[in-house]
């Protein structure tokens, strides 16, 4: 099992999961801008920062490889999370 502390090994070794990760960060950031200064405005547009998040979310766990292997499901569901939770 991938722990948070691998996970950074792997994104200060390879530029390209640094890249993804702050995608997926950077995302979700734009993403809870958005919704805090007006919640009930423009909805659709909410709706398609949040799904834009998920999305990089989810591409960033699955290019993640540790020993060798992609991550199991339960591992990429921790990498979201830390991914997501970064920004608190």
């Known amino acids: 099992m991938i722990t948070e502390k691998d996970l950074q090994e792997l994104t200060n070794d390879k530029p390209e ?3 993804a990760y702050h995608e997926a960060v950077n995302a979700v ?3 809870l801008s958005a919704i805090r200064p007006r ?3 423009n909805v659709a547009r909410l709706r398609k920062k949040q799904f834009a998040a998920t999305t990089k979310l989810v591409r960033f766990a ?3 490889v540790f020993n ?3 991550l199991s ?3 990429k569901v ?3 999370r830390w991914a997501a939770g ?3």
Do not use: C, F, I, N
Request: proline share 0%; charged share 40%; no cysteine.
């Open 39 to 41: 919640l009930s405005r």
């Open 68 to 70: 060798g292997r992609r």
């Open 78 to 80: 921790l990498v979201r």
């Open 29 to 31: 950031m734009d993403y």
């Open 17 to 19: 999961v640094v890249r």
């Open 86 to 88: 970064a920004l608190t």
């Open 62 to 64: 699955q290019r993640v």
């Open 73 to 75: 499901e339960e591992d």
